[in-house]
């Protein structure tokens, strides 16, 4: 069938986590932070915009996008940002869609960490599903993996959707908070719906 999943949620939340469990269970992934990274590795599509918009010093020897360098840049400056994205959005679309229309599995799944912050993406799927988690646990879960401090946590929340502007968006909610033998249940009852749902739209 073409019904397509959006899972979003927010830093932290188990959004990686949770759509492995569908995937295991026969949906197809596509994941947007993976297909971004790839653009931007040696020999990747956006490699060659880059180099041409910023120059060769964001260029690393081996031939990747310079993530410090670039980060730097754009960090402060949001013309710069603006045309970074105007670089890796129409590619991670283009290269989305030719996944999606590669997909064998039973159903789609976007991994979108902003979907609900991007009006194209809402309109892309048939059904939004948020994995939500307590801000403190987020906020733990994010310290202990990626070496951050609290502030540094926040700061990205910040940047990101509100908890209850996602949870606005979602048509369904997986709370991850809870141990994952419950949180496996609670997937494997929406896969059911998903499965169902895919049927009715072949
Ligand atoms: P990001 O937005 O940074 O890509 P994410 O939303 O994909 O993160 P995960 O990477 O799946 O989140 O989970 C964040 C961290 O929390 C991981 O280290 C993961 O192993 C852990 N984690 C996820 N769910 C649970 C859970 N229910 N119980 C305990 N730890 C969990």
Redesign the pocket.
């Known amino acids: 069938g073409n019904f397509s999943l959006g899972l979003t ?12 469990m569908f995937a295991e269970l026969g949906a197809t992934l596509i994941d947007t ?1 993976l297909i971004a990274h790839q653009l931007t590795i040696p020999g990747g599509l956006a490699i060659p915009a880059i180099r041409e918009q910023f120059g060769p010093k964001f260029i690393t020897t081996q031939g990747a996008m310079d993530r410090a360098a670039i980060r730097q840049l754009v960090f402060a400056d949001t013309e710069q940002k603006h045309k970074l994205e105007a670089i890796l959005h129409p590619l991670i679309r283009t290269e989305t869609e030719r996944e999606a229309a590669q997909a064998k599995g039973d159903y789609r799944i976007f ?1 979108v ?1 902003l979907l609900v912050e991007s009006g194209n993406w809402k309109q892309r799927v048939d059904r939004i599903l948020v ?1 939500d ?1 307590d801000e403190e646990t987020q906020i733990s ?2 310290m ?3 070496q951050l401090n609290r502030e540094e946590v926040t700061a990205i929340m910040r940047n990101q959707a509100s908890r209850q502007d996602r949870l606005t968006a979602a048509d369904d909610v997986i709370n ?5 033998k419950k ?1 496996r249940d609670e997937v494997l009852r929406l896969h059911q719906r998903y499965l169902q749902l895919a049927d009715f739209s072949k």
Request: net charge neutral; aromatic share 0%; glycine share 18%.
């Open positions: 949620g927010g830093i932290g939340s188990g959004k990686t986590t949770i759509a492995n932070d991994v960490p994995v988690c879960r994010v202990s993996r990626n991850n908070d809870g141990d994952l949180i």
